[in-house]
């Protein structure tokens, strides 16, 4: 897909040159003769099928030079051939539409000599095209929407093969709940149904250790008619399972599809042995990738109406009796955590934080969130865009992998902010700026997950950061956009329990066994 495109592109940047070309000798009289453009056609051809068959050769290298450096397989020279076969074809598919757009301009413009006075007609056919492209924008982004709504509102309705009803009070879907099972999408049943069980807490904990049940807090798009009337809805059902009751509160921004990362969620509850509580809202079941198009702003209404809902009533609560308060997203998810707390600068968004709540782990944030924005921009000198450091660290710490994660103060009081951010991970630093200069994340000294002999090239890199982040979670665990290895590891820098040490978040991590990382259902 990504030669195919670049191959289009590179096709109509190259039409346009030689016609700009041709126009140019033909005004000077010096166009050349059809024995000499004959053999310039020849020499092209050649240098042509050299360049296919010398980036086939480069391409194997790169490509395994990259998956090896993330314990992939390789790859031979049969993928090579069908790279080139795949991309020829699909590159020719998209030159032959873009010939059919260029007649139908033509002819358009045509049409608009013969209706309009001489001088005008262009103008014309600038105003008819943009005002096509408007009518059928729109009336393709309609489409999109019904096509998406149709395809993915059956996948929600349904439930996966083993997934049952619970039994317990303690989580939504429950014969005792607010919210009836039915309502909860296909992501909030998985969720609601496979909260860790006792049995699984004493494995790791040990028979002498004192449990609780996890809350397990749901609330899906079909549980209420509006955002505001779900955020109630969910904070009632938080009160009768008892969520208000439990040591850590955890209020959580789904991604756009109501996705709850298991490892994220299991984490927390074996960290504090089942004395959690996790709430959540649906506000979408399309997949992020369209949610973020379709449903646009949608993560930050439901963040906010949701932690303001649970915040107002948690503050009618004794402050010696009030649950620890944390936030949690991931990817389209950590819009709608920074979307209550947004200030004029990182400063000010992030003592809205710390004066609100009692810490967050934030996790793969989008480029263009607004705090995420504000505290890469605002970053200390010399910390770079993958690690940035702002203030010294005292109060927010971007983490990863790094076997050299930048010295900070020993002590870091709570509340804590952790952004859990690889360099690898497209959807922390997709930019449209790639499209004409090389982005930030390429950089020295570069993140230890990114090979140092990538480079930038026009536009190429662009549509490269466009099939990341269509695949972001194709990696293996620890690389891209698949943070499965650490989130035990986040946890337990926002809100460790008594005692807690790095060696137990190494057990823990180990007893939860990563497996095959992260694919949302």
Known sequence: MVSGVALAVGYGIGTLVGRVAQSLLERWDLSPSSRVLRRALVVLGIVWLLGVATGALLWV???????????????????????VASSAVLGAVLVVIGHAIGKAVAALNRLSRRLVPAGLDLLVTVLLVVALGIVLGGVGFRAVTALANSVYAPVNAGTNE?????????????????????????????????????HQLETFHGGDAVFADPVRVYVGVDSAGSVEERAELAVRELDRAGGFDRKVLAVWVPTGSGWMIPEAATGLEQLHRGDTAIVAMQYSFLPSLLSIF?????ANDAGTALFNAVHARWSDLPPDQRPVLVL???SLGTAGVEAPFVGGNATSSVANVVARTDGAL???AKQMNPIHSQLTREREPGSPVWQPVFDAGRTVRFLSRDPHQPALDVDWPAPRIVYLQYPSDPVAFWSVEALWRAPDWMDRPRGYDVSDDARWFPIVSAVQAVGDMILQLSTPPGFGHDYSTDYVNGWARVVPPDGWTDADTERLTAFLDIGEGESEP
């Open 61 to 83: 290298g790169w490509q395994n030079d990259q998956r090896g450096f993330m314990g992939m397989t390789a790859v031979g020279w049969v993928d090579a051939l069908l790279m």
């Open 328 to 330: 949690f997203g991931k």
């Open 162 to 198: 083993g997934t049952l009803a619970p039994n317990s009070s303690s989580v939504s879907g429950s014969s005792g709940s607010y919210v009836a099972w039915n309502t909860l999408g296909r992501m909030g049943r998985d969720f609601v149904a496979s909260a860790t069980t006792a």
């Open 294 to 298: 379709l449903d646009g702003g949608q």
């Open 362 to 364: 934030i996790v793969g």
